[in-house]
């Protein structure tokens, strides 16, 4: 069984500060590694993922989370953020093998002031 | 465009009369699934479906039915809906190959309330 815990429900920030969203995870075999993002009043959809190779991966826009094996973590950071990404952040995981059901973090959700 | 559709996408009923929130994708994927959001405790999966005619439990599948006739179609059915049952509504779907699979694509939501 796998599991996913997101250590902040809330995360209050200013504009233009930085901003980490944690996700720590368990799990007995090799696993994929997602963040989601729900824009207010919308579905889900996918900011980045971990499948393998460099354990620093990017988004578009700006978002970027790192594989820590040692750690069992996946971060999401931003430098700078904007009031538009204000939104509830979904952190999940799926094993590489088998079964295709991914676990899903509760959710941390990110409010930025201006 | 790729997607996954979901109806309706408002819903206000009555304590013990059937619903059925439709979903369907036009992707082809095998994979597809139902999840309930809560404030406080995140998605929780309902259901979900491997492939044609294969259904299993997710994590609360108490108070609700699916079908998976058509590839692409994976309905919800609340035979007897509850007040507990107020929720917001995913569907996603997805493919095993070609990689990267496991990534999830979501539908909308479907905002339910019980009465």
């Known amino acids: 069984a796998q599991s996913v815990t997101q250590l902040d429900s809330q995360v209050p920030v200013f504009e233009e500060a930085p901003v980490e969203l944690r996700c720590n995870y368990s799990?007995?075999?090799?696993?994929?590694l997602f963040w989601y993002v729900q824009y207010p009043n919308q579905g889900l959809q996918l900011l980045l993922k971990y499948l393998s190779g460099s354990t620093l991966v990017e988004s578009i826009n700006g978002f970027e989370a790192e594989f820590n094996k040692s750690q069992t973590s996946f971060h999401l950071r931003k430098p700078s953020v904007h009031i538009s990404d204000t939104a509830e952040y979904f952190c999940?995981?799926?094993?590489?093998?088998?079964?295709?059901?991914?676990?899903f973090g509760r959710g941390t959700s990110l409010i930025v002031h201006p | 465009e790729a997607q996954v559709t979901q109806n309706p996408r408002y819903l206000i009923t009555v304590t013990g009369k059937k619903l059925t929130v439709t979903c369907s994708q036009n992707m082809n994927h095998e994979y597809m699934s139902w999840y309930r959001q809560d404030p406080g405790l995140g998605l929780r999966q309902i259901y979900y479906s491997m492939n044609v005619e294969v259904t299993d439990k997710g994590d609360v599948p108490e108070g609700y039915k699916v079908s998976r006739k058509e590839k692409r179609n994976f309905p919800l059915i609340l035979e007897s809906p509850s007040p507990n049952q107020t929720s917001l509504y995913f569907c996603?779907?997805?493919?095993?190959?070609?990689?990267?699979?496991?990534?999830?694509?979501f539908g909308p939501g479907t905002r339910l309330t019980v009465l």
């Open positions: 799990s007995s075999v090799s696993v994929y």
């Open positions: 999940a995981v799926s094993r590489t093998g088998g079964s295709y059901i991914p676990t």
């Open positions: 996603a779907s997805s493919s095993p190959e070609p990689p990267p699979y496991n990534e999830q694509f």
